[in-house]
């Protein structure tokens, strides 16, 4: 894992003592509302419906049970004794007390971390695919890239005020677990043909109102030219981007309004200036971040444990947890487990101080100490050895965290919608919790298998509901919560806006909708069908044809 | 400055913000102090009556006691004032509607009450 040096620890330290200076300059009053916000924006305090909120930043999701722990302290001493994991991997505490917040900055900065560039005009924390640096088809571990990044727009004078937030997802997997092309800018790592790691650079993606799929315009940029080449992107972004109207200024608008190939051409132009002025990571500290993330030396682990197979025999809801929630390590005799935060009938990404604790403490004794946390609001222990993957499950058993539904259809994604949010237009987390009830039936889920419900308040779109195989957006009629429902979108490499199916439906009415859906899918799938490819076969009508006949 | 929101001619409003200290949502009550509760808010109708409470309510912005206050309408029956969008009942109940409740119960599971 990274580790700040001298300059991190102090540049941080910096921003908590300023904070905490503004804080204390609001409460005596010598600053305004309106002039302490964008001062409270630029470390992640949000003001909701019910209390102030505080983002914090988890850079490409991942986390030290050390750090773990520290949340859990937070979430127990600061706010209700729960967090809540979100679909940008962070973690957003609901009720902090203004006055707290600089000891909760301090707090965060002992373990180092902090929240800076979770909300704003800026450059946002840096996702990546979770299971990076273990995942069998990798082909370089994306942090490297992402904590690259991190260092260099944290202070980039050009970037504090860019005209809308601005979204970097980085993959090292041919797979996409990141989402990398629905980000302002999506980089995919790949291999030239003289086997060269570099990127696929993609731009103008986004969700939101005007949800876009990015367009690719670089099929390969050397890994030395990666930020003399952003820059030169975020030039173009900087000088061209709207500041007029704040729907229109996200750089995916750019891109469409200038062309792709007209796009392609400014940046490349741009880039053409920079690329040997100094812009790019000298190799000495490109070498010294990677090393950050060497492989850990693996003790060696039996590949086909008879214990495994004995438990999995014996213990039937350990063998459907892990048919859900293990994932193929590139060292043998390791798995990569992801524990569902989405109980049924759970709020989908929330986690008790308890439940924090418990994982940090799992991650130690079966891992090797660290966490990550997905975009689908779920944990991931990377390094497990198989053998103990049945201690593992029971730990997680004990601490309410071993449903088995990773992937299926009540791990759902859902933003925090109107029980939290002001933005929002109608609750998430209930229809999530009813949908959850509706198929809590583990055995029904794993027949139906691999199915992605993304349920968003609102039309920014934090929910992923456009990317969703089914899709769920929380829209407002004269008051009341309506659900507009979308079929066939996919996050990866298969990129795939959904489709809206017809009228919304009501509070009441939606559980029933997916219900329907879902049936129409097991009706007419053939065999070993997922959703998404029969989908793909038979497209909206089928669904759309029975949903209605029904109201 | 006080974010008023669209209303209907005649309908009665009810002031509204959030505690600068807390974030919690409060209600202008008659004598110009602040409730959690709602039913504690004082009722407005009228130009004249709207304007005297919302320079009250900019007047505790100025002393620090909230932040972004707006009106709000109401429906005022017998039971008092009552929000009429889905929004302000949410906001009006000082929590989620299934959030909360889901963190107390999973909190209890872990520690096994």
Redesign the interface.
Known sequence: MYRYDEFDADFVAQRVAQFSGQVAR??S?ELS??EFKPLRLMNGLY??????MLRVAIPYGTLSATQMRRLAVIAREHD???GHFTTRQNIQFNWP???EVPAILDKLAEVEMHAIQTSGNCIRNVTADQFAGVAEDEIEDPRITAEIIRQWSSLHPEFTFLPRKFKIAVTGAPNDRAAVRFHDIGLQMLRDENGEVGFEVWVGGGQGRTPVIAERIRGFLPKRYLLSYLDAILRVYNMLGRRDNLYKARIKILVQQTGVEEFTRLVEEEWQQIKDRGFDLPEAERRRIEAYFAPPAYPAAETHPAALRAAEDSDPGFAQWLQASLAEHREPGYGIVTISLK?I???PG??????ME?VADLAERYGLGEIRVSHEQNLVLPDVRLSDLHALYQGLLD??LATANVGLVSDIIAC?G???CNL????S??VA?RLGERFADLDRQHEIGPLKVKISGCINACGHHHVGDIGILGV?RK???FYQITLGGRPDEQAAIGKIIGPSFSYDEVTDAVDNIVETYLGLRQDGETFAEAYRRVGLDPFKEKLYAAH | ?ANTRKKVDGTPQVVTA?R??????VYLTASGGWTTEIGGAVVIQGDAAEAHRLAEAEQA?AE?RV??PYLMQVANDAEGPQP????ER??AR???????T???T??Q???GS
């Not at chain 1, 929002?424 to 609750?427: E, L, P, Y």
């Not at chain 2, 600068?20 to 949502?25: F, P, S, T, W």
């Not at chain 2, 929590?95 to 909360?100: I, K, L, Q, V, Y």
């Open positions: 609001r409460l009053g509302e309106d003001l909701q419906l019910h209390a102030y209700r004794g729960y007390k203004l006055a109980p009938g759970g709020a929330d986690a008790t101080a308890e439940q418990a601490a309410g925090p109107l029980d939290y929002a237009n109608a609750r987390i209930p919790q407002d008051g009341e919560e | 400055m959030n600068l200290l807390e974030g919690d949502v912005v620090r932040v972004g009429l969008s889905q929004r949410i906001r000082r929590g989620p509607t299934a959030g909360s889901v963190g107390s999973l909190r599971a872990a520690v």
